[in-house]
């Protein structure tokens, strides 16, 4: 019944603020990844949600210092993330008043970004790749906004300037909602529109068992791209992963890290946005 799954998840809620306000502020870095790992594979249990990860081969370490990008449909894209691999997430700095939510970003590590203010964008690049060089994966979504999974939107590029400036991998992902029964594209989670959060889980809840597919390609590697360059070249390899077609994925990143000009994308550059 939606009634006792609402009332599961309140306490499940309420359960991670407790740890991160007990228990975060002495704890290792290790400890609290294993944390955040298990409240988020616990929220997407109780939301009816299976997790598959696809293109990490059995054995392979999870990428580090790097940035992760995605495509972005939903508000849970959070934390299927966190359930493969806690990362650092870049968010609208809005999101830090949404009501328990926000509260929980701020404690689990998210970086909170001003978009109006260029002066903030820029001390943002700079902790992103100071966070990087320690060894952090950090996640952006750089469509700017949510869709229904159908299209990825043009990637914004102003981010991309941080793992360039540091010389660091760029690590795409694709992820995709699928009724867990038939395979097909779920529409449920997509938090697009008019939607409210609460209307958006209510769609959850009520929906047949759900499975998000987190889909890793191989990793970027700029030698000489621009950042315009590097986003479009995210996008499409987003867009391969999304297809299914994992070898155009990997043409997409051996051509960006083995051009010799800048000019790697002619067609399609003007897509990504600065």
């Known amino acids: 019944m939606i009634w006792l799954r609402k009332l599961r998840l309140g306490f499940h809620l309420l359960r991670g603020m407790l740890v991160c306000a007990t228990v975060f502020p002495w704890a290792s870095a290790h400890l609290r990844e294993r944390l955040i790992r298990a409240w988020s594979r616990k929220l997407l249990a109780i939301c009816g ?14 990428p580090r210092g790097a940035m992760l990008v995605s495509n972005h449909i939903s508000w849970l894209d959070i934390y299927v993330i966190h359930s493969w691999q806690p990362v650092r997430f870049v968010a609208k700095s809005e999101i830090r008043k949404w009501p328990v939510i926000g509260w929980l970003c701020d404690k689990t590590g998210t970086i909170f970004i001003e978009r109006a203010s260029k002066r903030d964008a820029h001390r943002v690049l700079h902790h992103i790749a100071d966070v990087m060089r320690e060894g952090d994966l950090v996640c952006v979504f750089p469509e700017g906004t949510t869709t229904d999974g159908s299209k ?8 991309m300037q941080a793992p360039l400036s540091g010389g660091l991998p760029v690590q795409p992902v694709s992820l995709s909602y699928l009724d867990a029964a038939t395979g097909q594209p779920s529409l449920a989670p997509a938090y697009i529109d008019d939607l409210t959060l609460v209307d958006c889980l209510n769609a959850i809840l009520k929906s047949p068992p759900i499975k998000v597919r987190l889909t890793l390609g191989p990793p970027l590697l700029a030698q000489s791209a621009s950042r315009r360059e590097l986003a479009e070249a995210a996008r499409q390899m987003v867009v391969c992963l999304l297809e299914g077609d994992h070898a155009a994925a990997s043409a997409c990143a051996e051509r960006l890290s083995s051009a010799p000009d800048r000019l790697l994308y002619p067609d399609n550059s003007s897509q990504a946005t600065a």
């Open 49 to 62: 949600i299976e997790l598959e990860v696809q293109g990490l081969a059995p054995g392979a370490s999870v």
């Open 152 to 159: 990825v939107l043009p990637f914004h590029a102003n981010l």
